[in-house]
């Protein structure tokens, strides 16, 4: 699945990425990290395309490196590529770490947004101004939502699972042993620790207590086609 490409080619936006590594890892040797990215943007440019090519928001068939929003989820989406390889041929396991450490590290200074390349975010998902968003390594659905200020993360041994077509919007927060049920949606602010959500839930929090309810409106369709 090919895009157009608002930097106009592959080759140009493997240098834009890795100039911006350079910046800040002046150590890292520009050659080197083109040669390697180079090996991995046509397979990520092709899950990138999927995420394009579902969320409203998003030309379809266009990847645009300066909307921050697609740019955050393509240097998670390289970052995921690189870290899942088993092609040893292509770099072997150090300097597969030393690339994924430092993408990880660009996506966060530049996009504001953590999560770690070895965490799977199946496709579609759409990050939507995820300032501040923090997503631990734990089970995801596809057709996630994610907006900024948002927490997923374990406590302990204790790891969170989220289904598919979830909502998380501003400032909300999945912890310990929470699972959040398919087509639910968490209201802004609203913090589940050790919580079970139903399908199709409502999930909001008020004076100090967590309400739910069932979900009679469709969300999703607002961000996805």
């Given amino acids: 699945m090919s895009l157009a490409l608002r930097i106009e080619s592959k080759e140009r936006l493997v240098r834009h990425v890795c100039g911006q590594l350079s910046m800040f890892y002046p150590l890292s040797v520009l050659e080197n990290d083109i040669h390697s990215i180079s090996l991995f943007v046509e397979e990520s440019l092709s899950r990138m395309a999927v995420i394009v090519n579902s969320v409203r928001n998003f030309k379809q068939g266009y990847f645009d490196h ?3 929003l697609q740019y955050a989820s393509f240097i998670y989406i390289l970052g995921n590529t690189i870290c899942k390889s088993k092609d040893n041929k292509k770099l072997n396991e150090d300097e597969k770490s ?6 990880f590290g660009l996506n966060r200074a530049v996009s504001g947004l953590e999560i770690y390349p070895s965490t799977s975010l199946p496709e579609p998902f759409f990050l939507s101004h995820a300032l ?11 057709g996630l939502v994610i907006f900024h200020n948002v ?7 204790n790891r969170p699972s989220v289904g598919d077509d979830v909502i998380l919007f501003p400032g909300s927060s999945v912890t310990g ?3 959040i049920g398919a087509g639910s949606v968490i209201s802004a602010n609203t913090h ?12 909001f929090s008020g ?11 469709d969300y999703l369709s607002l961000y996805f086609r």
């Fill in 66 to 68: 300066l909307n921050t």
């Fill in 177 to 179: 042993r929470s699972t």
């Fill in 192 to 203: 589940l620790h050790n919580v079970h959500i139903p399908e199709k839930s409502l999930v």
């Fill in 207 to 217: 004076n100090g207590k967590i309400s739910i309810k069932n979900l009679d409106r």
């Fill in 151 to 157: 927490t997923v993360g374990r406590i302990g041994e």
């Fill in 132 to 142: 501040g968003t923090i997503l631990g390594n734990v089970q995801y659905g596809r």
């Fill in 98 to 103: 030393d690339l994924v450490d430092r993408l």
